[in-house]
C-alpha cells in the first residue's frame, strides 16, 4: 500500500505543481493585495486532524497565488451546518466546500456512489484510476457543473467503521439499533434490520450519551478519536461499511469563472496536493487513532461468522440498481462501475 500511494502521490503532484509554481513565481514579481476573498466551509470543528489539513489547503492557496485569493476557514457549525455545504457553495454564500456527500442524497445522488458504496474496493491505484482514467472524472464534473458548482481534485479517506454502545456478536445484533448512518451507509444498515438517523459530525457525541441513537458511523477511525465517541460508545465492530471514502473539493461556478486562467490553475494544483496529504496522513493516524481508542476501553466485535459476512454482503447487493435509477449521473457512474467487474 504504500509503495501505492509514493506512487500515486508522483502522479498526482508532479504536473499540477509544476504549472501552478510556475504561475506563482510569474505573481510573485508583483506581489498585491488579495482580489479574491473566498469563504471556504469544511466537515470538521477546530483543533481536529483533519481540519488542520483543510486549513493546509486555505493556506496553500493563498501562498501559491501570492495572497492574490485569501481563504477564510469556516470550520464545522461556524455559519454553515454540515447539511447545509452544498447550498452554501451553490448560492454563493461560501466560495468553496469539503461537502460530506451522503447528507446531500437528495440533492445530488451521484455524490452518494462517488463517496463509496458499501462494498467498494480500498485498493487506492484502483479509485485514481477510476476517478482520473475510466471517466468518473468527467461524469462527476457535469454532474456537479449542472448545479452551478466546480467539481475539483477528490481526495481519498480510510474504511467506514460503526461504533456501538452495545456489543454486536452478531449481524441480528443491528435489528433495532438507530444509528446514525446517512445516504447509502443507511440504506445499508436497513437492510440489515437497524434504524438509521442523519446527524451531523459535531451532534453525534452528545446524541450518544443521551441515547438519541444507539451507533454511528464515522468518516473515518480519526473521526470516531477526534469526536471522543468511545467515551460514550466502547464497541466497534470488525466489518467496514466501505473500503474507503472519495469526497470532493467544490467551488462556486461564479466565484470560479472571475479567476484568471494563472489562478484557476494554482487553485487546480493546491487541491491536487491536499488529496495528497489527505491519503498520506489518514493511512498513519488510523493506525494512531484505533491505539488510543483501544488504551481508552475500545473494544473490537467477534470476528464475523460465513454467515453473517454473507448476510453484510447480500445488505448492499441491490444498492447498485437504487442508485442507478436515481438519475442520469448516478446510472452513468454505475455503468462504469460495472465494466470493471
Do not use: C
Request: glycine letters at 10%; proline letters at 4%.
Amino acid at each position: 500500500m504504500l509503495n501505492t500511494v509514493k506512487k500515486l502521490k508522483k502522479h498526482l503532484v508532479t504536473s499540477s505543481l509544476a504549472v501552478a509554481l510556475g504561475f506563482s513565481a510569474v505573481a510573485s514579481t508583483a506581489a498585491q493585495a488579495a482580489d479574491h476573498n473566498w469563504r471556504f466551509a469544511n466537515l470538521y470543528g477546530r483543533g481536529t486532524a483533519f481540519g488542520a489539513v483543510y486549513e493546509n489547503l486555505a493556506k496553500n492557496i493563498e501562498t501559491m497565488s501570492d495572497g492574490r485569493i485569501k481563504v477564510q476557514v469556516l470550520y464545522s457549525g461556524e455559519g454553515v451546518g454540515t447539511s447545509g455545504i452544498l447550498g452554501a457553495t451553490k448560492t454563493g454564500l461560501v466560495t468553496m466546500g469539503a461537502p460530506f456527500q451522503s447528507m446531500h442524497a437528495g440533492e445530488l445522488p451521484a455524490g452518494v456512489v462517488e463517496i463509496g458504496l458499501p462494498g467498494g474496493t480500498d485498493d487506492v491505484a484502483e479509485l485514481s484510476t477510476l476517478f482520473h482514467e475510466k471517466g468518473w472524472g468527467k461524469v462527476l464534473t457535469e454532474a456537479y457543473g449542472s448545479q452551478g458548482l466546480v467539481w475539483l481534485d477528490p481526495y481519498i479517506q480510510p474504511p467506514v467503521y460503526i461504533i456501538t454502545k452495545k456489543p454486536i456478536t452478531s449481524i441480528e445484533d443491528f435489528k433495532g439499533l438507530k444509528i446514525r448512518a446517512p445516504g447509502a451507509y443507511g440504506k445499508f444498515l436497513r437492510n440489515l434490520g437497524a434504524s438509521p438517523v442523519s446527524l451531523a459530525w459535531s451532534e453525534i457525541y452528545t446524541s450518544l450519551s443521551t441515547g438519541v441513537i444507539d451507533g454511528s458511523i464515522g468518516s473515518n477511525m480519526i473521526d470516531h478519536r477526534d469526536g471522543n465517541h468511545v467515551e460514550v460508545a466502547k464497541y466497534m465492530y470488525k466489518l467496514p461499511l466501505a473500503g474507503a471514502q472519495v469526497l470532493p473539493i467544490i467551488v462556486n461556478r461564479n466565484a470560479w469563472n472571475k479567476l484568471t486562467p494563472d489562478l484557476k490553475a494554482i487553485v487546480k494544483a493546491a487541491t491536487t496536493i491536499h488529496a495528497q496529504e489527505q491519503m498520506t496522513k489518514s493511512k498513519l493516524w488510523e493506525s494512531q487513532a484505533v491505539a488510543e481508542m483501544e488504551a481508552k476501553g475500545l473494544q473490537w466485535s467477534p470476528e464475523p461468522s460465513a454467515s453473517d459476512r454473507e448476510a453484510w454482503a447480500a445488505a448492499g447487493a441491490g444498492l447498485w440498481d437504487e442508485y442507478a435509477a436515481e438519475d442520469k449521473y448516478s446510472k452513468q457512474l454505475i455503468d462504469i462501475l460495472r465494466k470493471e467487474q
